[in-house]
């Protein structure tokens, strides 16, 4: 099984689980609608044997596998993201959205050449369990799982784009705390927006990414 067969296969167990749970409580527990915008910081995680999909080679041109740590091959990047979703039964967040992530190269691998940009454009979803029920309560942490199918892009100035298709799973976590209710239910969230991937396409940049967002949540 090819390493996207298996992500994708990860990916849409974890989310069948979760989901059929939602549907189960569905009928006897309202459901609240929700919209987020989020920002955040990447940190760069994990190994890489080359660098969204530009491999490493040796004097002769040839492809090598160094392994390098995250440190030494990818710089601190950038992300932006939206939402939107329900929670189903007090508790349970299910969202689509879209993300797009800038990854920097590091400066000290490129000798010579133009450092491309790379750029990752995502449809994302997510599946997180609030710890507490938000309509009687003035915070709440969350955790849960969040699947990313997108296209990653190499961009230079003096060739073509580059794109592959590539795919990342990875936790999500946080917490959430209430800022604004009005009288028919609706209310507003300042949150902590965090996800680290475990798990990537190989032509995939790994983050750990540390952020935050505002949520708006109705009937």
């Not at 967040?93 to 800038?102: C, D, E, H, K, S």
């Not at 849960?144 to 060739?159: D, H, K, M, N, P």
């Not at 784009?161 to 590539?166: D, H, V």
């Not at 507003?188 to 983050?207: K, V, Y």
Request: hydrophobic share 45%; net charge negative; with cysteine.
């Amino acid at each position: 099984m090819t390493q996207y067969a298996k992500l994708a296969l990860a990916a849409l167990t974890a989310v069948l689980v979760l989901a059929g749970s939602s549907v189960a409580v569905e009928r006897v527990a309202p459901r609240l609608n929700v919209i987020e915008f989020y920002g955040g910081y990447a940190i760069p995680v994990g190994t890489y044997n080359n660098l969204a999909g530009i491999p490493f080679v040796d004097e002769l041109g040839f492809p090598v596998n160094l392994g390098l740590d995250a440190d030494d091959a990818w710089d601190p990047g950038f992300c932006l993201g939206v939402n939107y979703g329900q929670v189903n039964n007090q508790h349970l967040a299910v969202t689509l959205g879209f993300l797009y992530t800038r990854a920097n190269i590091d400066d000290d691998l490129v000798f010579g050449i133009e450092r491309p940009k790379v750029n990752v454009y995502d449809v994302s979803a997510n599946v997180n369990w609030l710890f507490l029920d938000l309509r009687h309560n003035p915070w709440s942490p969350h955790f849960g799982v969040g699947f990313r199918a997108g296209l990653t892009e190499q961009s230079y100035r003096a060739f073509s784009n580059e794109y592959e298709l590539t795919l990342d799973l990875g936790f999500n976590f946080g917490a959430e705390a209430k800022v604004w209710t009005d009288r028919h239910g609706a209310f507003m969230t300042l949150a902590s927006i965090n996800h680290w991937s475990f798990t990537a396409s190989d032509e995939r940049p790994r983050a750990l990414e540390i952020g935050g967002g505002l949520k708006y949540y109705w009937r």
